[in-house]
């Protein structure tokens, strides 16, 4: 059974969200074994400027970056990734597990992203949308697809 973390910005609040978060965390138990970080969120003023958000994504990537095993494949989930669809997905975390890697980290940012350390450190990076949404959101969508990915390699009906 393979190693997933998924490495996060910020903490689930709203019930709905944390509701769906672990559904999806309870059916992929018989995938992989997930493993979840919530980092904290850098707080910023109302309007910060761009160097104290610079400044909080420096501290965040030192944070994510902490947190990744040895030799692990960071997947960093950022807007200049590359969108794929579900089975492009599964075909990666099937390359992924076919190299005999340890561990495969994905990480979502908070509000403003990631910043370009973590981005340079990841093995790929990858784009849900070009639209946005909220990083809560996000790792619940996340979560789906990497459920959808498993079970498109198992040839399972799930997705169709």
């Known amino acids: ?38 980092l904290p969120e850098e707080r ?55 190299r005999g890697e340890r561990q495969l980290s994905f990480v979502i940012g908070g509000s403003y992203g990631l910043h370009p350390t973590v981005k340079a450190a990841a093995w790929v990076q990858l784009s849900m949308s070009p639209m946005t949404f909220p990083h809560h959101l996000a790792r619940v969508m996340l979560l789906e697809q990497i459920y959808r990915g498993f079970k498109i390699n198992e040839g399972s009906s799930y997705h169709k």
């Open 1 to 38: 059974m393979i190693n997933i973390q998924l490495i996060c910005v910020g903490k689930l609040k709203e019930s709905f969200y944390t509701a769906a978060a672990a559904e999806y965390v309870k059916r992929l138990g018989a995938y992989c074994r997930l493993g979840l970080v919530e």
């Open 44 to 98: 910023l003023p109302k309007d910060p400027s761009q160097a104290q958000i610079e400044g909080a994504l420096s501290k965040e990537a030192k944070l994510i970056l902490a947190q990744c095993p040895p030799r692990s494949s960071l997947v960093a989930l950022c807007i200049e990734g590359r969108q794929r669809s579900s089975e492009e997905l599964a075909q990666l975390l099937n390359t992924w597990s076919n």
